[in-house]
Structures are given as structure tokens and as C-alpha cells.
């Protein structure tokens, strides 16, 4: 078996800055915030069906059922996330915009201000 070693000098780290800013183009950033609310809708569903004790679709406790349900309520989540869902991503999107923004205003060097 063959060991590798990447090694990583701070000057990539400042490189792939220009990267991570160009990722945030709107249809990237819409997408991300689609995703977020879609695991939030799956996350609250699970919740759901786990205070219940039992499943949606009346499954045992076995593991090909578990597997169903959750496969299940991801697609639901998706679903809902797709059709509007709870609102949360266009508030999330706006939020990750502003950050961009405010994250590509060129900043000055530190000002230290004396009292």
C-alpha cells in the first residue's frame, strides 16, 4: 500500500480565496440554499417519526424498513424544498449573498484605534 503525503503551504490557502469567491454565482448559491432547507424539512420529519414511535408506512423495526423510510423522507423533503417548502431559502440566499458581498469588499489594514 502506497502512503501519500499532501502537503499544503499557506500560499494555496490564499490562492484558492479567489476560488471560494468565485463559487458563489446566484444559481450556485440558490441551489445551496434549496439543499439547507431540503435537509431541514428531512431533519424535521425524522423528528416526527421518531416521537411517534413508529414508522409512516406501518414498517417494523428492521433494518431494509428503516433504510425505506428514510430514503422516504428525504425524497418528501426534497419535494416540499422544491415546491417553496417552509420559505427558509430565500432567506437563507439572501444571507449567503450579503456575506459574499460583504466578504468581497476590499478591507483595509487593521486600524488600531488608542483610547
Known sequence: MTDYQ???SPFDWAAGAGDR???MEPKRVREAASQFE???IAQMLSSMRQSDGGGWLGCGDDQAGATMTEMAEQCVAQSIAASG?????PIVERGLT???EAARE?????VIRRR
Request: no cysteine.
Open 106 to 110: 476590499p478591507s483595509g489594514p487593521p
Open 38 to 40: 431540503s435537509l431541514l
Open 98 to 100: 450579503r456575506a459574499s
Open 21 to 23: 469567491q468565485a463559487g
Open 85 to 89: 417548502g417552509l420559505g427558509l431559502a
Open 6 to 8: 499532501v502537503k499544503v
